[in-house]
């Protein structure tokens, strides 16, 4: 047994233990805690990378839990009957995105939570929503998924919840928890109808048991309602601002994490359980269009909004729209296998990666903002660039990666998905680079409100850890603008071949031949 | 139909009856009594449908527990429903 | 086996009763009178539950029964206590 | 705006009592070999009478950590919503 | 024996019935309480003591853990029942429920 | 509320703190188990809490909150017991040690000392439900100052 | 011999949760509505699991020879039965909060975040 | 470094020499401005007006692409009506979604 | 000395406790065969069990007075008094019941009366019998004075005795609980 075996597990579990531990050495003493957080967050990120780097270069990996060895996934007869993790390229590609954010929000919440007892409660939920949205991207189990997205809901919504002494925070915590709970049960709906049609819970038995009937189609009605909720899609999208622009930044960073690790359980759902049942035209239309949609819709709303926080939420929803619209014109593609689909699906995934980070920074700058100045009407803000030099620089280069100015990442995503989804209608073309205008004038103003301009008020500047992890992702976001071609080569492109043409090998590896 | 089938059928009828005042019942308490009695029935099914384990999963969290949360809930916040 | 018959058409017109105590939930006009409706419910399911572990011939079961018969009491308290409040 | 609910809510519903119709035969489930597995060989692997405890603790055992930890989440966020702060 | 756990079957069935008609039949809710509690708890000792009969009847194990938990489910119940009665009654009567055309009302007069 | 009531509460709480524990221990053999056992315990801390008025109990807090996470860890702590093999192996099982004994097949009157980590699951779980459910309840009922009129 | 009656009784559960979620506008109310979704899916889960004249997949004084429910629909149950205990705690907790700062449980005066 | 994207190829090295290239030409006409303006003074008086901004005056977020939005008006409002902040309308909205994607899956 | 005392009393409220909680495990798991008709690993979990349950239990549970109950002469009134005349008055009760619901005549009242019961256990036994009994049902009771304020179908006078309402309960709650 070497270690690199249990490393998905580990990954999962070991945020887990974290967040068991860290109340009773807060209660040791403090700065124990910040010890343990720190030392469990690096674990967890070592041991995705380490998943990862195993994945990318040996393949989909299987760790069945309970049995006498980790690859062991079927009993005599060639059925699995314990829960098994099943990382392939995908799930590695969203680990590394949770990792990511994991750790910028980490750091950056040494720094920001001022109130003790809150900022305790405050790691533990993080830890426990990291534990949960890595679970969701390793299962390779229906009923393991659901539990661990109920896992992720409860403590982002706990999280939105964190400023109690204002009211709003609370509101959109009920509303999305409301939401976030009806998309659960939706799903597990779903699984209980799977569950009785084929009595299994395997995501690779049911797809190769699924045969497409009536029922199985409302089954995937229920897990594309639900999925597509907790992924923000138009017209279910309205918890997403709220929630958003009222969490803590810290979190609201990995609420966009969470939102994309649903996206994840919606393509592993489309492209792995269904694919050889559903119309895959029809399909990759309605999630398209969805897609197409969300990113109008979106954008429109964000240009009316005079709350920062509010319009960086909005500017997250329509990226959803983007990752949305690639990998549904894929989705069209994929019964005809046309190269362009491919090159789409590539786009929509590579958005992912970049909007985690991009968006990250954005969120981690208002939230600077928010606690430099005790607000975030952008009438009343103004003139930060004098005092807030770095974060102003950040901000900046979020917004022209966000907007898809050429030389940063958003550009490179942006344009595999137009010149994708161009060649399956002009239309949505038209429609995601009209949305990337509209972005990139709503940033601006945002910019130009908040930063620039005389200075209106005095303004704390940032600490350390904050600076410190709105570096990471700058960092991370400049990497990959300056190198994309590396990254799709070495990241994406085997993430989207997962997707793409995946399924055989994902269903042998889990399966065993 | 055998008395098992009489019993279930009885038992479910009378689980839509109690949901349905659950929603219906202006008057929040009464609401949650409803919904305590969906619950009870709902256990009852639950032995019925020879899960044991359920069912006292479902006695002492749907019966006492949700009931005590909300009731508390209620007590902290008004009773009537607003109209 | 000779007394399971029984247990079971007994269980029968227990669940019948509830059905009756429930139309007292449904048009009780306060809700204390829902609440002791609530109650009766309760206790009815507890003895056909514990008829119905005889019916059955499992043993086990019986365990729900007092599970129930220890558990519904803190509901109804819980319901009681704050039946105070009045109806405003 | 009401009659969006009520239609969408009827559509939804009507192919939920679908699925309802279209399932198996209630008592005549398919009888999966994983649970035939479960009800033959509890007892032996995980050495105990109930065969759901043993599912749920064994074979299962990490749908019940996920649970265990919804608990945890549920409990640590409520705290922090309850929680007074003097501010 | 048979016989025996017939009676007691029948006699249990009745009470409960009459308990689940007085809660429809009487007029306000301390009389339902009258009604409920009183008709339900008597009925349910007969039905569970026929229960715990045809336990120790059968006998062995099985049969004697069915009497014996039968019997503690009814102990619980001897020792709840009124009493949530009796807090619902304390509940109502503090909520503000009169008694229904009641000649005389001293807790009233208390407060 | 009135004496009786107290009364009832002070006879019954043992016996369901008791009966708990016996749902939660023999949970491999009758129905029940951590959760179940766990749920009914908690109602016992409910049901005191309702007799006796939640200011007395606003003390216990800290140590129900301690509790939990020491059940949430010892069941962490189980699951990577069995990391020689894979997590969450029950590696305990018919090994002939402390709950190790081996099971009759087929129906049986059961067997305390069978079921190799599922007990020890048991208790760790029940002991973070009766935790985690009775410091939910007292939050909510300690919440914006006690009514206990 | 009853047939589908529990699955379409399931759905009916969840429909009404769904119709209380659209209509009502407490925010209790609404709470009470997840919570009948919940019920509607966990009878669900269950029901999926009965096999006709089984008895309960426990060993313990099981009658010889019988055949026995599927133990995994049980399985999921409790699992998803203590989900929705903590997630109507939370909200619950929530709506408490709600009724702290606004002094109301409509949710159509709970609107302060709009546009 | 490069990104090829089926049709073609693109590479930010080239985006990085024109940023350079249009960073040289800014710079240039840097260099052409007045040697003698000075911050502070009179000289940073808005060119076209020649008035005096107010004390702490800022064309803040809220006044930009005014005209846009007039035009957009009665789309935003929409949008504003759509986004109504009701639990309810969030839940229809969601069934409404969850209606579409149940036809489509079963009709096709 | 005194706190010596006090130390004795709480190890003796906790070895109540525990053996009230052993008795009911005990009487859970009987005719799991070995030792009488326990075996040796439930009597070890038992043990145990309820050793933590009076740890735990104890220190809330008890009230002055309460140690009364563990005399036996006590328990064996108490089954007496189960069987003889609190069952007979509960038949009747039901039979009365019967009669009320049949044909609807009734005279309802809130009375009140003091049984002069000092202890929480006669009170709690004394209310339990009242409500279980014919056409009475208790609705409050005075913690100070010790004045039971019960609910009548049938007043028969305005100020009653105790004997009037309950008959020979009092007594009996006085002998079994005090």
Known sequence: MTFGVHAPILAIAVPLLGAFALPVFTKLHRSLRDIWAAAVGAFTCAMVITVAVQVFTSGVQVYTLGAASPTASVVQGGFPIRIVLAVDGMSAFMGLISALVGLASLVYSFGFLKEEQGKTLAMTLFFLLWAGMLGMEYTGDMFNFFVFLEVTSIAACSLVGYRTWESAPVEAAFKTMAMYTVGGLLVLLSIGILYGEYGALNIAYLSSKVVGSQLDKIALGLLLGGLLMKAGAVPAHMWAPDAYGEAPAQAAIVLVANTQASLYGLWRVLFTLFVGVLSAPAVGWLVASLGALTILVAVLAAVTQRDLGRLIAYGAVSQIGYMLLGVGVGLAALSSRQDWGLVAMKGGIFHMLNDAATVGLLMLAAGVVRRATGTKDLASLGGLGHDLKWTSGFFLLGVLALAGIPPLNGFASKFLIYESSFRLSPILAAIAVLGSILLLAVFARAFQGAFLGPRLREARPASPAMLAAMGILAAVILAMGLAPGFFVEHLVGPAAEALWRGRDLYLAAVLGG | MTLWGVLQVITLVLIVAGAALAVWLRDLLAAVIALAAASLLLSLEFYLLQAPDVAIAEAGIGAALTTAIYVLAIRKTRRKEEE | MIGELSFGVAAVVLAAFMGVSVLRLAIGPTAADRAVALDTVNTLVVTTMVLLGAAFGQVVYVDVAIVYALLSFVGTLYIARYLEGGLK | MKWVRVGALLLVVGLLFGAAAWMRPFGRPSLAEMDAYFIQKAQAEAGANNVVTSVVFDYRGFDTLGEATVLFCAVVGVALVLRRVLR | MNVLIYIFLAIGAVFNGLGAVALLRFPDVYTRIHGATKCTTFGSIFSILAVVIYGFWRGGGQGGTLAVHALIALLFLLLTNPTGSHALARGAHRGGIRPFRAVVDRLEEKR | ?149 | MIGNLPFVVCMILVGLGLWTLLSRRNLIKLAIGITLIESGVNLFLVALGYVERGVAPIYTYAPPRAKMVLPTPQALTLTSIVIGLATTALMLAFAVVIYRHRGTLDARKIRELRG | MRLFTGEGHWSPLVWLALAAGVGFFAWLLWRWGRRTYKAGTEQDMPFLSGERAPEGAHVGAPHLYWGFLQGLRPVLEGLRAFHSGFVGDYVTWMVVLLAVALLVVVLT | MLYSLAAMLRAAEWAVTAAFALATYLVLVLWTGGIGLWSLSELIAGAVLSAIVGMVAAPILWERGGFRILQPHRWVLFFFYLVGPFFLAMARANLDVAFRVITGRIRPGIVRFNPGLKTDLGKTLLANSITLTPGTLTVDVDDATGDFYVHWINVKSLEPKPEEVCGPFPSWARRIAE
């Open chain 6, 1 to 149: 509320m009135t004496v009786v009531v107290r009364t009832v509460a002070r006879i019954i709480a043992p016996m369901i703190l008791a009966f708990g524990g016996y749902v939660i221990m023999h949970g491999h053999l009758t129905p029940g188990g951590g959760f179940q056992g766990g749920a009914v315990a908690a109602s016992a801390l409910a049901l005191l809490a309702i007799s006796f008025g939640f200011g007395r109990w606003k003390g216990i807090k800290a140590p129900l909150s301690f509790l939990e996470d020491l059940g949430a860890l010892a069941f962490v702590a189980l699951g990577f017991l069995g990391i020689g093999y894979t997590f969450f192996r029950n590696v305990l099982a018919a090994s002939g040690g402390l709950f190790g004994a081996p099971v009759p097949p087929g129906p049986n009157p059961g067997l305390l000392e069978t079921g190799g980590t599922l007990p020890l699951m048991n208790w760790a779980v029940g002991l973070k439900v009766i935790a985690g459910l009775g410091s939910v309840v007292l939050l909510l009922g300690l919440f914006g100052g006690e009514d206990d009129r």
